[in-house]
């Protein structure tokens, strides 16, 4: 069997690790790029959201690459992640591909069911394997984590622009390549400090803007064009809760330490949202009324026609606890010198509120 995936972000470092462990053999396509983006374009329904698309054409990628099975991500909430499995297998028989497609049913099935289709994808290997396996999936999954937290705060204020993404692309290179648990925390031990022996700017005191939407366009740094990094060039520091780390713990898990972030955040929302809409857009709204007081400016990453966030970004600016925010759509029109142009007018609104309030006191 060979199996195919999607890309998400760095998530196939850890997808690979496993399969690696269980001796099973995956496809991964190569990482977003624009053949991608307009291979998912050509044969998606026109008004589909940015992740079917990318992820159509990752999954149409792996096929060319001989990939016979094809994994996706399913769910069984009110927004159209729950058609995406039968709706990409329809367009990949129609192209001629004979590939077999399983979907991840995670929110549904916790991590019984994860761990169930990988049982299955694996050619009989034992439980402890799969188990083992994950368990070194979920190490690495931690270790880019932990890395990404350095690098959004010292993009901010680096000397030389580019340095932090540097090093985290080779830490994420290292990790990759890493076969044991003592490596890894080699390696993350010793990106870190080389991220804390940047030069930087010691008098700076970057903006802190929140990123807050829809999963798959937070994660995925080529459908929103990289915002981050972007962000980092302008001196801004960057705070965001979700990381597939943190996910991982609060949605295969059974609410392990028995502390609910996704139910904090819900209880925040609730005067101007009582009900989940879809997607990530009860936790949007959430995350502007729990972090105002802690950020500048908050950024709202949301795929064109994506209902949930549609339903947000209309709610976010009537909420009484008050912070600019930026919404920014995210499709295949979607282009860099427009995308500046709104940040750079962002920052410098926040530079001047930031400036009225220090001088107020
Ligand atoms: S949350 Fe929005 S973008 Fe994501 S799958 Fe649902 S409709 Fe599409």
Known sequence: MRV????????????????????????????????????????SPEGLCIPFKLTLGNLIEAAEMGA?????????????????????????????YNVRMIQLNVSE??????????????????????????????????????IERVVQKVRAVEQIKGTANGLFARAIKAIDNADDYDSLKKIQIDYI???????????????????????????????NLDVESELGKLGVEVRRRTFISEWTKFSLFLNPLGID???????????????????????????????????????????????????????????KESIPVLTILCDEQLAKPGMLTRLEAFVDLLERKRRASNNKR
């Open 4 to 43: 195919g995936i999607p890309h998400m972000g760095n998530v196939y470092v850890a997808i690979k690790a496993m399969s690696n462990r269980f001796g099973g053999e995956l496809i991964v396509p190569p990482v977003n790029n624009q053949r991608a983006l307009s291979l998912g374009v050509r044969y």
């Open 68 to 96: 016979d099975v094809l994994l996706t991500i399913g769910g069984f909430g009110i927004c159209r992640l729950g058609y995406y499995t039968k709706i990409q297998e329809q367009i990949l028989h129609d192209l001629g």
């Open 109 to 146: 099935k916790k991590l019984p069911g994860f761990l169930q289709v990988f049982k299955q994808l694996s050619n009989g290997a034992s439980w402890p394997t799969i188990i083992s396996a994950f368990r070194f999936g979920l190490t690495k999954l931690n270790a880019m984590d932990r």
């Open 193 to 223: 400090e080389q991220l804390t022996q940047v030069p930087k700017d010691n008098q700076a005191q970057p903006l802190l803007v929140g990123i807050t939407g829809e999963f798959y366009v937070v994660l995925e740094p080529f459908s």
């Open 261 to 319: 972030e996704t139910a904090r955040i819900h209880k925040a929302a609730f005067p101007y949202l009582k009900r989940d809409v879809g997607g990530d857009g009860w936790e949007s709204v959430g995350e502007k009324v729990l972090h105002a007081k802690e950020y500048d400016g908050l950024i709202h990453l949301a795929p064109f026609t994506c209902m949930p966030e549609i339903v947000a970004q209309n709610i976010m600016p009537s909420t």
